[in-house]
């Protein structure tokens, strides 16, 4: 029963949203209360759900998310993005700028914290859409939201690909090997077939845009201090200077997990690389920046902008977080350990895809991608020696199911909503869509890895 009510909260709560027109925060706390109270959690644990997981949310990303918002409206506001995307456009060119993103997401830059990712490049994607065209903004948020997700559990340091290899005992450099490959090849087809999907009239901008009053003031802002510096240059820092707050904590993170796994992490080492402290730093290069070159009337409205938009993400994310915690508790990764249990010893094929089936059902019930692959990696890790097919698929498998399907009971995305000025059909239209594309694209190549690695 906890899979039925669990499926009918999130109906509910879909219903509610787009056909009801009610509120995110409501619709999900309606979802969080119908689930815990049909699923036996009762009304105290229900209640103390909500709490905790609104309440661990907020540690997990809360000062993430706050960061990151100031570090991305502080660059809005000098110009950085602007000049990226002029850079890109001049390099890449229009039509191959989505492609682009999904490959430098996917494989350069892929964050531990996916929040951080998508706060900082959502800008980048904004502005950059309209020198794309007509469908500029849907795919430049598709090809964003596949880069960011394929390189978070295919390619290390995400930390979805980092959990799946420790919890079933893979070697770092074999899973790298061919997750560096799976998740960048994933990210640019999706892409591609998401670029021939938007071409059929599927994009409707009065009712899948819904750009945010916060996002336009900065967008506003940002112009006029490139048009009031237009002459003068000497003020303006170089473009690499400029991105150090994004890649400085990027590469603090990503060296204390590689830290970490090699086992020559040390407490100094642990504290820099903290996404917290790391995502901190970067604000003050940040700030530091742009009191250099914008000012300090400038680079206050930069700030007030951010602190405004920070309190709206914050409070629907950990409401999403919310109902995630309520479906934990109704025991459904039980549920599907004993289903697992029951086909071990399957062919080759079907064991993947019981495999990606699993994770993939964990994600749609609780809503965040690194639970249900540590979740699933959990579930499957006890029987992986009576599974006849090689490890590294397996775990590919995981990757593979857990991002299948990301929708309205995940905080990313509602801050996907946010950040890239999507309604929430047009967020389903494209973080969902293209979440459902990437898993469906890599299992075929993930079961054609099974077939050709002995067991």
Known sequence: MAALHTAIAIVLVVGLIIRLRVEPVIALVVGSLYLGLASGVGFAGTAEAITTGFGDIMAEVGLLIGFGVLI??????????????????????????????????????????????VVLASPVARSSAPHIGRHGLPWMASSLGVGILVGYVFVVPGLAAISIAGLLDLQLGTWLLYGLVLGPVTAVLTTLVMRQVLRTGYWKPATDEE????????????QAALTEHVDEGARQLPLLVLFLPILVPLLLIAFA???????????????????????????????AASRRTEGEGRTEKALRVGFHTTGEILLITGVGGSLGAVITETGLDQVLAGMFSAEAGAPVVLSVLLVWF??????????????????????????????????????????SGSVFALQVNSNFFWMFKQLLGLSTTGTLKTLTVVTSLGSLISLPAVVLIALVVPA
């Open 211 to 222: 750009v945010d009053d916060a996002m336009v003031e900065a967008e506003a802002q940002e």
């Open 257 to 287: 997990a590689f830290a970490d796994v090699g086992g020559f992490s040390t407490s100094w080492i642990a504290f820099l690389g903290n996404a917290n402290v790391a995502l901190f730093l970067g604000l003050l290069g940040a700030y």
């Open 358 to 399: 699993v994770a993939a059902l964990l994600h749609l019930a609780i809503g965040s991608i690194s639970v249900a692959a540590i979740t699933a990696s959990g579930i499957i890790a006890p029987i992986l020696d009576s599974i006849s097919v090689a490890p590294i698929a397996i775990g590919l498998a995981i990757a």
């Open 72 to 117: 991305g409206s502080l660059l809005h506001a000098s110009g950085a993005f602007r000049r990226l995307v002029d850079v890109l456009v001049r390099t890449v060119g229009p039509g191959r700028l989505p492609y682009a993103m999904a490959v430098l997401l996917s494989a350069v830059m892929p964050s531990i914290y996916v929040d951080v990712q």
